[in-house]
């Protein structure tokens, strides 16, 4: 195959490469260096329009605010799926571990790939089919280098691949997170503050740098987080607005609603225990939707947790107490700590504090605060804790049922 040929195919998978996730992600910059690198992932940032930067309190901090990743207490993986058209597809892995001394650290794939192409010569003859690969590797560094400021770094290694051409290049992000006030969180981040260089035959590209900056706050007991951010890329295009919304309708179901410079999208989440999937979707009038699905696994690490034995229970019967033992694994000393039970309707009806180290057990007979006899039903907990440095660690969950309708009024076992 000859030269010119081979520059034809390129210039043509370079364009379908490249357009598709920039007007996916509605930022209109065909033909953009590292495209991808800038359409977002996360289903659960998708829903919320990418409005994500003063977020970022889960693993994907990675991408959108590394900084996010210092005050994140559990080792962290997930794994994202992002269908586009004509079998392109976004996939996206990513681990994170905190340490207790040398702040906490990340590590994530991006990759964009193609189904396969039909290859032609200028004389319109079938050479077979091809495929198309881009990828970024990230590795990431976040320490709090203050009480409530945090700062983090991304070193890219980025990768083209089209044909038998290929071309690697080598990046930095610098980030900032701080808790300004009260339920109020800001994010910056300076991504390619060193940007790589790709060429794949004669000419070097030069991903361009992009900032973004953006605040997010919660109302109604930390069960709606409002977020809105504002991005841009040098020298491509115009500014862009996002906005974004997550509530917690139950403790393990989330629904989220954006609007992504103008797109609008939704999505949900549900967790279970130390599981998580999320889905998000953005419709798209000239290329349809876009579907990203992601699974979570959070583990050990630093945090909070209680469980309750037996998980149902009587207060009038024979099993009529139930042990709620409660771990705490801290990088420093706890300052205080709240564990609070919770009804159906969001009523705090029994409330356990102190300083220090909390107990390992509570022990709860089914009463409120004021001594009564709560009604039947499932109650859910909050475990908040907060250290000497002023670092918080929050888990909910459910925790246990209160049930006299047995036969007997009597219920002696775990559900």
């Given at each position: ?28 910059n065909a033909g953009m260096p590292g495209a991808y690198l800038y359409s977002g992932v996360g289903a659960r940032a998708l829903g919320m329009g990418g409005a994500y930067s003063a977020i970022a309190n889960d693993v994907t901090a990675v991408y959108w605010n590394p900084a996010g990743l210092a005050t994140q207490n559990p080792y962290q993986f997930s ?337």
């Open positions: 195959m000859k030269f010119n040929t081979n520059k034809y195919l390129l210039i043509t998978a370079i364009t379908v490469l490249l357009l598709a996730p920039s007007l996916q992600a509605q930022v209109g794994f994202m799926h992002n269908s586009l058209f004509m079998g392109t597809a976004i996939d996206f892995v990513v681990a994170s571990a905190p340490t207790e001394r040398y702040g906490s650290f990340g590590l994530g794939v991006l990759t964009l790939g193609s189904g396969d192409f039909e290859q032609r010569s200028v004389l319109n003859e079938n050479l077979g089919s091809f495929s198309m690969r881009d990828m970024a590797f990230f590795v990431s560094w976040a320490e709090e280098v203050y009480p409530d400021l945090s700062v983090g770094i991304n070193y890219k290694f980025v990768n083209q691949k089209i044909l038998s051409h290929s071309g690697s290049g080598h990046g930095f992000d610098l980030a900032l997170k701080a808790h300004l006030f009260d339920r109020l969180d800001a994010g910056f981040v300076l991504a390619n503050v060193l940007s790589p260089k790709v060429t794949l035959i004669s000419e070097a590209e030069t991903y361009p740098m992009q900032i973004r900056t953006g605040v997010s706050t919660a109302f109604l007991e930390d069960k709606l987080t409002l977020s809105t951010e504002f991005s841009k890329t040098s020298g491509w295009g115009s500014s862009q607005l996002h906005f974004g919304a997550e509530y917690m309708a139950m403790p393990n179901l989330a629904v989220r609603m954006g609007l992504n410079d103008g797109l609008f999208t939704i999505g949900a989440g549900f967790t279970f225990r130390n599981y998580g999937l999320d889905y998000g979707t953005a419709n798209n009038s000239e290329l349809g939707s876009s579907q990203r699905f992601a699974i979570n696994y959070a583990f050990g690490g630093f945090g909070v947790v209680a469980l309750a034995s037996p998980s149902v229970f009587s207060p009038a019967g024979e099993v009529n107490v139930t042990r709620i033992k409660l771990k705490v694994k801290s990088k420093t000393k706890i300052e205080q700590w709240i564990f609070a039970i919770v009804d159906n309707d969001g009523r705090v009806i029994r409330q356990f504090s102190g300083s220090n180290d909390p107990p390992e057990e509570i022990i709860w007979d089914g009463r409120d605060n004021r001594g009564a006899l709560v009604s039947d039903g499932r109650f859910t907990y909050r475990f908040d804790v907060r250290t000497d440095e002023a670092e918080d660690m929050m888990a909910n969950g459910m925790l246990v049922k209160i049930d006299t309708q047995g036969p007997i009024g009597v219920i002696g076992g775990e559900e």
